[in-house]
């Protein structure tokens, strides 16, 4: 059942909080702005009582799916727990209540930490220099493809191309496309790319492959060495979308396969919680060819003493107000520091381990496009029940009465009826052989009685919506 | 390493049924010759109360608003943030989910958002807002973007009083193409825009005027004229807030016709945070909504007809268009939505516009009691909200040395930005600054000019 909206609750004179005494003379708004620049009413703005407005978003907070509600299982988010400890590492006064102006000697803990941090993605990635200013993966990406595109424009011969996967995240080709790039597309056939797809259409007009390892499909591009040999022998660069680092730290870094350019997502790999739709960290890291055209402030110490460096002339120049989202910084240092090298090791053989032990189960019961050790995700599809009408739509619905949150679905676009299953390391055997369970349950009334399945979900507090309605007539706002 | 549970047992157990007899095969795909033979070079884990001492103790090698009596504003402003925003933000269900692709399941945060979206529109007088952006700056870069792919215009006009940081990243965002940006040049004696160089400056290849209220020097601009110059040039008229609790007293830009408004919500119950993160709020005319880059939540109703929420228009976005979508922006500040929503919410229509008149009310009473210093001057005549300049008649960056050794954060110095405007500091005044902390500013400051 719907909560009723906040505005529907409003009282006319009702206020939350109180509002602070003035401790200075007061004075009339019209005596020093004009008039015709002063408000007359804020319409429909809400006036309700503090209790109001604590149950209404408690409330609304009840009616949602979290990672530390249930098993959490989207394919390529890395819904992974995340520490409780590192949200009041990220509370701290020195941290939160910093302001971005104040002086760098009142800075020195944060810059320290931001230095430090830069150091520990490197080593993690093989990449040379890192800037933690991107505000998320997608805009991770779009640093790099600015780099690469300043790159060739320094080199005088500006290149047009950019080569992206059919599997890629959608952001790929949206970052290179606003970066002034055309994107060309190549088909992964058999799951990974082969150099030779990569070799038909690499040219001198073409500044960068973009592709993912491990790939969308759950595997790792076996043939990364080769491919970014013909890359780089035509004079262009290999992005690396770091969105699925969580299989290969302390396993192998992305720097020694011949990636230029990688960018980290916090959000995911390192445990800063995604708060439902960020905010997240995109951090990028380079090779030292592109250093010096990484995004302005750069962290520098000189001696024991941080600072921000500006000197920077050949910078794509500044991607944000201020430094990043420092405060998600605060949450994946934390992370990496309680970790360790072991650790996050550690995490990574788990995530692979869960996500091929679901894929060993449930390859019984439902179509595996791809039969091969995956990494820390699998890709299954909904082919096996299609034939009886039911759909992945409806399989992950139904998961949803069962007290899962439904893996990605439809995604990668190259495997019809997907369904990614991304079980990450924090999640115990109990818990997946449940979710398993659910799956084969599933698997057996899709066969069985499939109506079932398609009439899912049943125990949610709303039935599924109407997609068509929203769009037809956009309501975008209360009104009164 | 507490964060895996997997013991000995479950491992032997789930290799066993994978067929394999240790973890590393599940690696063999990857060529011997890149897999890592040694471990990483970090440092070692530590156990949570080290970790928390550690952490803290570099923490506490930063001063803070807490230990600071601070006067800095220019785009992060220090706001009272009441308790229920805390208690509120930290409700796991919220913070530990994921973009709301599943809505039979994330209800609460697609009616918040929902609840966002009106909230903005409401402040800002427009019809449309976004799920929000990263921040105000790559906002207001999304905004001259979308301008261009409304008019096919190629040049962009920019304020020369939008914050100076903002207008480093529009010119990033437009890449190679950054020459087609031209900024107009503030009235040295205002503070403000001057209406006629907008004029001057506006002709048929100007896709957008972009102008900040109240601008980057906290001068409340005459948007009324600019928007009918910009309007009368077939240009899309873009107006910037830095600091929105002004919203509370100040006409919203959708009065002056505004087509698109964007900002920076960090006002909106965020802590300062060093910088991020932050809400970058984006709003604009029903007439422009399938330009608009970002999410959107939309109000529908499920098969029993029950109201509920969902992400629609989603055609723009880059998962379907790919290539040709409206923006690359997948993953936005949502937390920092919900806690703008409940930031507004717990503040109501009058505690709204009752703060942003204490703020009023702080910065006119700093303002008086600068006339009473000699050398020290409001450096501009335009009326302001809680920001204002002053001259100092000497180096800038010397005086905020001499008063942060008296503990206080005395505005920033604006030789970085404006190097004309050496002698120059920007100062703010918020309900965070007491009476006395004013008067401890005057007092410093007339000690400082040996007055």
């Given at each position: 059942m719907s909560s009723g909206l906040i505005f529907e609750k409003s009282s006319k004179g009702r206020r939350g909080i109180s509002i602070p005494k003035l401790d200075v003379p007061d004075i009339n708004p019209l005596d020093v702005i004009p008039h015709d620049v002063l408000r007359a009413d804020i319409e429909g703005f809400p006036e309700v009582s503090e209790l109001d407005a604590v149950r209404h978003f408690v409330n609304l907070s009840q009616m949602n799916f979290g990672v530390d509600t249930g098993f959490y299982p989207l394919g390529s988010c890395t819904m992974k727990y995340n520490p409780k400890v590192n949200e009041d590492m990220a509370r701290l006064s020195g941290f939160s209540?910093?302001?971005?102006?104040?002086a760098p000697e009142l800075s020195q803990g944060a810059l320290q930490l931001m230095y430090e941090l830069e150091g520990f993605l490197s080593e993690i990635s093989g990449m040379d220099a890192v800037t933690?200013?991107?505000?998320?993966g997608a805009h991770g990406e779009l640093c790099g493809m600015l780099m690469i595109s300043a790159y060739v424009k320094a080199k005088g011969k500006p290149r047009k191309k950019v080569i992206i996967p059919d599997?890629?995240?959608?952001t790929n080709p949206a970052s290179s496309n606003l970066a002034g790039f055309t994107v060309v597309t190549i088909k992964e056939g058999k799951g990974i790319i082969s150099p030779e797809a990569v070799a038909s259409v690499m040219?001198?007009?073409?500044a960068a492959l973009m592709l993912t390892n491990p790939n969308t499909i759950g595997l790792?591009?076996?043939n990364i060495k080769e491919i970014a040999d013909i890359v780089h022998k035509k004079g262009g660069f290999v992005y690396c979308?770091?969105?699925?680092?969580n299989a290969l730290m302390g396993i192998a870094?992305?720097?020694?396969?011949?990636?230029?350019v990688i960018q980290f997502n916090l959000h995911k790999t390192f445990s800063t919680p995604h708060g439902g739709g960020g905010p997240g960290s995109g951090p990028v890291g380079v090779k030292k060819i592109l250093?010096?055209?990484?995004?302005?402030?750069r962290i520098i110490k000189r001696g024991k003493r941080f600072n921000l460096g500006?000197?920077?002339?050949?910078s794509i120049g500044r991607?944000?107000?201020?430094?990043?989202n420092f405060g998600i910084m605060v949450r994946a240092y934390s992370y990496i520091r309680a970790m360790g090298p072991d650790g996050l090791k550690k995490a990574s053989e788990m995530a692979v381990l869960n996500a091929n032990y679901i894929m060993e189960k449930l390859k019984k019961a439902y179509h595996l496009p791809f039969d091969q050790t995956c990494m820390h995700e699998c890709v299954l599809s909904d082919k096996v029940q299609s034939e009886k009408d039911v759909y992945t739509l409806d399989i992950a619905k139904r998961l949803m009465d069962y007290g899962f949150h439904p893996p990605?679905?439809?995604?990668?676009?190259?495997?019809?009826?997907a369904i990614m299953i991304e079980p990450t390391e924090t999640e115990s055997k109990e818990t997946i052989d449940r979710f398993i369970a659910a799956m084969m349950t599933i698997a057996n009334e899709a066969r069985e009685s499939p109506d079932i399945v398609k009439n899912a979900?049943?125990?949610?507090?709303?039935?599924?919506?109407?997609e068509v309605n929203a769009v037809k007539k956009p309501v975008l706002r209360w009104k009164p | 390493m507490s964060y895996i549970p997997h013991t000995d047992n479950d491992i032997k157990e789930m290799l066993g049924v994978i067929g394999?007899?240790?973890?590393?095969?599940?690696?063999?795909?990857?060529p011997p010759d890149i897999r890592l033979k040694t471990p990483l070079n970090l440092p070692n884990e530590l156990p949570e109360q080290e970790l928390v001492r550690e952490i803290t103790n570099i923490s506490r090698k930063n001063g803070n608003i807490e230990d600071y009596i601070s006067f800095i504003g220019a785009g992060a402003y220090n706001h009272y943030v009441p308790s229920i925003v805390h208690h509120i933000i930290l409700r796991s269900e919220f913070y530990t989910?994921?973009?709301?692709?599943?809505?039979e399941i994330s209800q609460g945060t697609l009616q918040a958002i929902f609840e966002y979206q009106t909230l903005i529109c409401q402040l800002t007088g427009m019809d449309v807002t976004n799920a929000?952006?990263?921040d105000g700056a790559s906002a207001s870069a999304e905004a001259v973007l979308m301008a261009q792919r409304i008019n096919s215009r190629p040049e962009c006009l920019l304020s020369s009083a939008l914050h100076p940081e903002y207008r480093e990243v529009v010119k990033t965002y437009l890449g190679?193409?950054?020459?087609?940006i031209k900024e107009i040049p503030f009235c040295t004696e205002t503070g403000a825009t001057p209406v006629e160089a907008v004029e001057r400056y506006?002709?048929?290849?100007?896709?957008c005027v972009v102008i900040q209220y109240?601008?980057?020097?906290g001068s409340i601009e005459d948007l009324s004229a600019i928007s009918e110059i910009v309007h009368k040039n077939g240009s899309v008229f873009i107006v910037v807030i830095t600091?929105?609790?002004?919203l509370g007293l100040l006409k919203p830009p959708g009065a002056f016709d505004a087509d698109i408004v964007v900002g920076e919500?960090?006002?909106?119950?965020?802590?300062?945070?060093l910088g991020g993160p932050y809400l970058g709020f984006f709003a604009t005319k029903e007439g422009f909504l399938r330009n608009m880059p970002g999410r959107l939540v939309g109000e529908t109703i499920d098969k029993d007809g029950k109201r509920g929420y969902i992400l629609t228009l989603?055609?723009?976005?880059q998962h379907i268009r790919?290539?040709?979508?409206?923006?690359?922006?997948?993953?936005?500040e949502g937390l920092c939505a919900l806690t703008a929503a409940i930031y507004l919410t717990a503040l109501g229509k009058t505690g709204i516009v009752n703060l942003a008149k204490i703020n009023l009310c702080k910065m006119h009473y700093l303002r008086q009691r600068l006339?009473?210093?000699?050398?020290?001057?409001?450096?501009?005549?335009s009326p302001v909200f809680n920001e204002c300049v002053i001259n100092l008649n000497e180096d800038g960056d010397t005086v905020i040395k001499s008063l942060l050794k008296q503990g206080i954060l005395g505005g920033i110095s604006l030789k970085r930005f404006?190097?004309?405007?050496?002698s120059h500091i920007l100062l703010c005044a918020t309900e965070m600054n007491t009476k006395e902390d004013i008067d401890m500013l005057i007092e410093e400051l007339k000690e400082l000019k040996n007055e």
């Amino acid at each position: 059942m719907s909560s009723g909206l906040i505005f529907e609750k409003s009282s006319k004179g009702r206020r939350g909080i109180s509002i602070p005494k003035l401790d200075v003379p007061d004075i009339n708004p019209l005596d020093v702005i004009p008039h015709d620049v002063l408000r007359a009413d804020i319409e429909g703005f809400p006036e309700v009582s503090e209790l109001d407005a604590v149950r209404h978003f408690v409330n609304l907070s009840q009616m949602n799916f979290g990672v530390d509600t249930g098993f959490y299982p989207l394919g390529s988010c890395t819904m992974k727990y995340n520490p409780k400890v590192n949200e009041d590492m990220a509370r701290l006064s020195g941290f939160s209540k910093a302001h971005p102006y104040q002086a760098p000697e009142l800075s020195q803990g944060a810059l320290q930490l931001m230095y430090e941090l830069e150091g520990f993605l490197s080593e993690i990635s093989g990449m040379d220099a890192v800037t933690l200013q991107p505000a998320a993966g997608a805009h991770g990406e779009l640093c790099g493809m600015l780099m690469i595109s300043a790159y060739v424009k320094a080199k005088g011969k500006p290149r047009k191309k950019v080569i992206i996967p059919d599997t890629a995240h959608g952001t790929n080709p949206a970052s290179s496309n606003l970066a002034g790039f055309t994107v060309v597309t190549i088909k992964e056939g058999k799951g990974i790319i082969s150099p030779e797809a990569v070799a038909s259409v690499m040219d001198e007009d073409t500044a960068a492959l973009m592709l993912t390892n491990p790939n969308t499909i759950g595997l790792f591009e076996t043939n990364i060495k080769e491919i970014a040999d013909i890359v780089h022998k035509k004079g262009g660069f290999v992005y690396c979308d770091g969105a699925n680092l969580n299989a290969l730290m302390g396993i192998a870094k992305l720097g020694d396969m011949g990636v230029d350019v990688i960018q980290f997502n916090l959000h995911k790999t390192f445990s800063t919680p995604h708060g439902g739709g960020g905010p997240g960290s995109g951090p990028v890291g380079v090779k030292k060819i592109l250093e010096p055209f990484l995004p302005v402030p750069r962290i520098i110490k000189r001696g024991k003493r941080f600072n921000l460096g500006f000197n920077c002339p050949m910078s794509i120049g500044r991607l944000k107000a201020f430094y990043g989202n420092f405060g998600i910084m605060v949450r994946a240092y934390s992370y990496i520091r309680a970790m360790g090298p072991d650790g996050l090791k550690k995490a990574s053989e788990m995530a692979v381990l869960n996500a091929n032990y679901i894929m060993e189960k449930l390859k019984k019961a439902y179509h595996l496009p791809f039969d091969q050790t995956c990494m820390h995700e699998c890709v299954l599809s909904d082919k096996v029940q299609s034939e009886k009408d039911v759909y992945t739509l409806d399989i992950a619905k139904r998961l949803m009465d069962y007290g899962f949150h439904p893996p990605t679905i439809y995604f990668p676009l190259v495997v019809p009826g997907a369904i990614m299953i991304e079980p990450t390391e924090t999640e115990s055997k109990e818990t997946i052989d449940r979710f398993i369970a659910a799956m084969m349950t599933i698997a057996n009334e899709a066969r069985e009685s499939p109506d079932i399945v398609k009439n899912a979900p049943q125990t949610t507090k709303i039935g599924r919506l109407d997609e068509v309605n929203a769009v037809k007539k956009p309501v975008l706002r209360w009104k009164p | 390493m507490s964060y895996i549970p997997h013991t000995d047992n479950d491992i032997k157990e789930m290799l066993g049924v994978i067929g394999i007899k240790a973890v590393h095969d599940l690696f063999n795909a990857i060529p011997p010759d890149i897999r890592l033979k040694t471990p990483l070079n970090l440092p070692n884990e530590l156990p949570e109360q080290e970790l928390v001492r550690e952490i803290t103790n570099i923490s506490r090698k930063n001063g803070n608003i807490e230990d600071y009596i601070s006067f800095i504003g220019a785009g992060a402003y220090n706001h009272y943030v009441p308790s229920i925003v805390h208690h509120i933000i930290l409700r796991s269900e919220f913070y530990t989910a994921y973009t709301p692709y599943q809505p039979e399941i994330s209800q609460g945060t697609l009616q918040a958002i929902f609840e966002y979206q009106t909230l903005i529109c409401q402040l800002t007088g427009m019809d449309v807002t976004n799920a929000s952006m990263y921040d105000g700056a790559s906002a207001s870069a999304e905004a001259v973007l979308m301008a261009q792919r409304i008019n096919s215009r190629p040049e962009c006009l920019l304020s020369s009083a939008l914050h100076p940081e903002y207008r480093e990243v529009v010119k990033t965002y437009l890449g190679i193409r950054r020459d087609s940006i031209k900024e107009i040049p503030f009235c040295t004696e205002t503070g403000a825009t001057p209406v006629e160089a907008v004029e001057r400056y506006i002709d048929k290849d100007t896709a957008c005027v972009v102008i900040q209220y109240p601008n980057f020097f906290g001068s409340i601009e005459d948007l009324s004229a600019i928007s009918e110059i910009v309007h009368k040039n077939g240009s899309v008229f873009i107006v910037v807030i830095t600091e929105p609790i002004s919203l509370g007293l100040l006409k919203p830009p959708g009065a002056f016709d505004a087509d698109i408004v964007v900002g920076e919500g960090q006002a909106f119950g965020s802590a300062l945070n060093l910088g991020g993160p932050y809400l970058g709020f984006f709003a604009t005319k029903e007439g422009f909504l399938r330009n608009m880059p970002g999410r959107l939540v939309g109000e529908t109703i499920d098969k029993d007809g029950k109201r509920g929420y969902i992400l629609t228009l989603a055609t723009r976005e880059q998962h379907i268009r790919r290539e040709k979508a409206t923006s690359n922006i997948c993953t936005n500040e949502g937390l920092c939505a919900l806690t703008a929503a409940i930031y507004l919410t717990a503040l109501g229509k009058t505690g709204i516009v009752n703060l942003a008149k204490i703020n009023l009310c702080k910065m006119h009473y700093l303002r008086q009691r600068l006339k009473e210093l000699k050398n020290v001057k409001p450096a501009f005549s335009s009326p302001v909200f809680n920001e204002c300049v002053i001259n100092l008649n000497e180096d800038g960056d010397t005086v905020i040395k001499s008063l942060l050794k008296q503990g206080i954060l005395g505005g920033i110095s604006l030789k970085r930005f404006y190097p004309q405007l050496n002698s120059h500091i920007l100062l703010c005044a918020t309900e965070m600054n007491t009476k006395e902390d004013i008067d401890m500013l005057i007092e410093e400051l007339k000690e400082l000019k040996n007055e």
